[in-house]
């Protein structure tokens, strides 16, 4: 049975952390409560993971045995990173097998065509983020993400990380309906990009649906997934149709 699950921006700090609790108990459902041939992982999952260092695999251990299950189970995984996890090609793609992706990308599912994308690059009039987003995947912040020791780009990660979170809080709460409108103007120049049936996004902290229509009356569909740091909840696509499930 096909069914495939999204989940963005958990920002699980260690595994002491309730959302970490929460999402381990959500994939250990997979393929036992819960149907699922795919599974998209859309980028923030952690509040922090840098590279391939044996301090974040040892911190999150738990979840990475979980998700090694899944795959050899047979469920299909896509990594998108965030602005909290990134560089994470020589762990999550040549050791765990997982695909790795920067920036958007589209899925025939059920016959139809999905685009998912972090989101990070949703408000073309952040230029500072922008920018941010180019420096820190340079190919020098890329070497020194995989050759500086865990402890310090965890320490360095860790303060970067917190004022990033705060700046995407306060981007929701400065003005709610900016921030939606924000998300709708991306969900239209996506479709005109390159027309999708749904699109699947995070980033921004506000769990939107926005339904839209493109030329010939096609309809689509754009979610933003929101974030664990108001509601755990997954975004399922099923044959049986499609929605949240709070967890």
Known sequence: MTQAWFVSD???????????????????SLNQSRPCSH???????????????????????????AIKKLKSEGVEIYYFEGNHDLHLERFWSKTL????????????????MVRVEHGDQSDPDDKGYLFLRT???????RWLSYN???????????????KSRDYTSQTKTIDEEVAREKLHRHAVKAYEEESYDLMIYG?????????????????????????????????YLSSEGTGFEDL
């Open 135 to 141: 420096v820190l995947r340079t190919p020098v912040m």
């Open 203 to 235: 980033h921004v902290h506000l769990r939107d649906e926005y339904k839209g229509v493109g030329e010939n009356e096609k309809s689509y569909e754009a979610i933003n997934l929101g974030t664990w740091l108001d509601t755990p909840c997954a975004y």
């Open 148 to 162: 500086l020791p865990g402890s310090l780009v965890n320490a360095i990660g860790e303060k970067a990380s917190s």
């Open 97 to 112: 097998d997982i695909t790795v992706y920067s920036g958007p990308w589209y899925f025939p599912i059920l016959g139809k």
């Open 39 to 65: 599974l998209f992982l859309v980028g923030d999952i952690f509040d922090l993971w840098v590279g391939d260092h044996n301090y974040f695999q040892k911190k999150f251990d738990p979840i990475v045995s």
């Open 10 to 28: 958990i920002h699980m700090s260690d595994m002491q952390d309730q959302k970490a609790k929460t999402f381990l108990a959500f994939l250990h």
